[in-house]
């Protein structure tokens, strides 16, 4: 069992920088692929970025390519998601999820968190 818990979310103009947190309780993050998603009303949940277990390997969507940031810190079993420039199409409601593999795939993460809001304002 993997308990995530998402925080950092808020209120950002578009231009301006967020960094969103994701603590991890109840395996090894070393062990896990973390990956962040993100919903907007109305739409599929889509893939962000994901990392692999070492932090070694990064994935990221062609949408926030060059603006976020993935990362890791095992030893305070936490996952961070740096974003950038951001944009109003970055609004959404944003999810951190554990798999045993890389994978876009939200099917194929094993544990959510509840996700943090992300708006921004135009």
């Known amino acids: 069992q993997v308990q995530l818990v998402e925080s950092g979310g808020g209120l950002v103009q578009a231009g301006g920088s967020l960094t969103i947190s994701c603590a991890t309780e109840g395996r090894t993050l070393s062990s896990l692929f973390m990956g962040w998603f993100r919903q907007a009303p109305g739409k599929e949940r889509e893939f962000v970025a994901t990392i692999s277990g070492s932090g070694r390997f990064t994935y990221y969507a062609d949408s926030v390519k060059g603006r976020f940031t993935i990362s890791r810190d095992n030893a305070k079993n936490t996952v961070y998601l740096q974003m950038n420039s951001l944009k109003p199409e970055d609004t959404a409601h944003y999810y951190c999820?554990?798999?045993?593999?890389?994978?876009?795939?939200?099917?194929?993460?094993?544990?959510w968190g509840q996700g943090t809001q992300v708006t921004v304002s135009s």
């Open positions: 999820a554990s798999a045993r593999w890389s994978s876009r795939k939200p099917e194929e993460y094993d544990y």
